[in-house]
């Protein structure tokens, strides 16, 4: 399919001032697009600015549609970096199914890039049963691994959730650390320190994980295809200017061992009554999970939470952890644990 160039004068012109409207860490220039088929829902400037999430059992109206097999190229407001804990938040319409944990998935590739040219993929899996499946089977939403369209959101006015906050807005999480062992991030041709666009590519279901397994959608099968509600960059120029926010970062090695490390340059009693966590996209009380964990003191900025080892395969889980300061500074991490 031919990448269609959306820089026009006119187009320049209307992203300037949607991205003067939005500013900060959203995306706010559309620089290229292929449409796939069934692309009829809303236009990829809806992309730009804020999520409209409506919540973990409605998806969001306020989105554009890739289209099967489709992707868009964007290019974000301000440059993001590799920090603490997660980098970038993708927003999709994602939900769960009335009365169940399962969600709609329509999943994504997401791509990273320093200068629009070269790109790097993030690592991906997919660990549940093979498809194809009935329309609107659901599916849990572990099964998926380094693809976005897969965790339901809250982020955004509508509902009212911070949508930096990694458990509260929701949405699919990615570190850049993920990717410091792709090819192009090793030529230096993608610098993580440097990424100022995100390529989203709608996923069929010949497609393939990077570790060799087939990726299934459990929307509407073979006719699904991805609603894109927005990207929030977590680390870059914009927020990484203000003083003060809490780090998380989070650690499953080679030997199982899952160690939480959290962090408050203002002392960690800032943030000891706003650490937030979610299981699968559930919402949970962190504090529920401490039995499980041996908690060791750095110092009086930082604790370590600690447990394993972790045996492979005895749980599925996505773990996200979000701390709060007393003033709203959030940062956040995630953990797929297979």
């Known amino acids: 399919m031919t990448r269609i160039t959306l820089i026009t004068a006119a187009t ?38 804020e ?34 804990g997660v980098d970038l938040i993708v927003y999709e319409n994602s939900f769960f199914l009335a009365g169940t944990t399962h969600a709609f998935v329509e999943a994504m590739h997401v791509e990273v890039s320093t200068d629009g040219s070269t790109w790097a993929r993030f690592p991906s899996a997919f660990h549940g049963n093979s498809g194809p499946y009935s329309p609107f089977a659901a599916c849990p939403v572990e099964w998926y691994e380094g693809l976005a369209g897969v965790m339901p959101s809250s982020g955004g006015p509508v509902v009212g959730a911070d949508p930096l906050n990694v458990v509260l807005g929701g949405g699919d999480a990615f570190d ?11 030529s230096g041709d993608v610098d993580l ?28 099968d073979s006719q699904a295809s991805a609603d894109v509600d927005a990207l929030i960059g977590v680390n870059n120029g914009f927020n990484g200017a203000i003083a003060g926010r809490p780090e998380v970062e989070m650690t499953l090695d080679g030997a199982g061992t ?41 110092d009086a900025n930082t604790v370590e939470f600690v447990t394993g080892p972790v045996p492979t395969g005895a749980i ?23």
């Not at 099967?68 to 301000?78: A, E, F, H, P, R």
């Not at 002392?267 to 919402?283: C, E, H, I, M």
Request: aromatic fraction near 10%.
């Open 12 to 49: 320049l012109a209307a992203s300037l001032s949607l991205a003067a409207a939005f500013g900060g860490p959203y995306a706010g220039f559309v620089i290229g697009v292929v449409p796939g088929p069934g692309a009829v829902f809303g236009a990829p400037e809806d992309i730009l600015g």
């Open 51 to 84: 999520p409209l999430a409506e919540g973990p059992l409605s998806g969001s109206a306020d989105v554009y549609t890739l289209g099967i097999g489709g992707s868009v190229d964007l290019q974000m407001d301000t440059p993001m970096y590799d920090g603490p």
């Open 176 to 186: 850049f650390a993920w990717l410091a062992n792709e090819p192009n991030v090793l």
């Open 193 to 220: 320190q440097v990424v100022k666009f995100v390529r989203l590519i709608d996923i069929v279901s010949s497609d393939f994980a990077s570790d060799g397994s087939q990726i299934w959608d459990h929307g509407l």
């Open 258 to 298: 899952l160690k939480i490390r959290i962090s408050d340059s203002n002392g960690f009693n800032d943030v000891k009554f706003g650490l937030q966590a979610s299981v699968n996209g559930v919402t949970t009380n962190f504090y529920s999970l401490l039995p499980l964990f041996l908690i060791v003191p750095i």
């Open 316 to 338: 599925d889980a996505v773990l996200k952890v979000a701390a709060v300061d007393t003033i709203g500074l959030t940062r956040g991490d995630v953990v797929n644990i297979h």
